[in-house]
């Protein structure tokens, strides 16, 4: 006799035990296969949604700035001695640290109104 004959009779005779063997695999499989899918459709979406946030550096022009505050309690502050960025600094935005993750350069103005 064969080990896997000897096994085969074993589950032949025992026919509960085979049952609950094979629902405890497909349970067990199941599971696996889910969480896996899981797992991969969080990713994708977290993915997709970062995506629609956009770039993550914000490039400003240089200018002076004075905060206010009073007891603890921020007043604001004061920007003073701003400038516009010029076509002259964007071939200096190529050169930053992680130009490789700016996907565009859009201008956009950025301050409030009344």
Known sequence: MKLHTISINNLKRRKTKMAFLTIGLMVGIATIVTLVTLTRSMSSDIERKMDEFG????????SNGLSMNYGGISLGGVTFDQREIGEEDLARIKTIKNSKNISAVAPKVLGESR
Do not use: E
């Not at 770039?55 to 240089?62: D, E, F, G, R, V």
């Open 55 to 62: 770039a993550n550096i914000l490039i400003t022009p240089q």
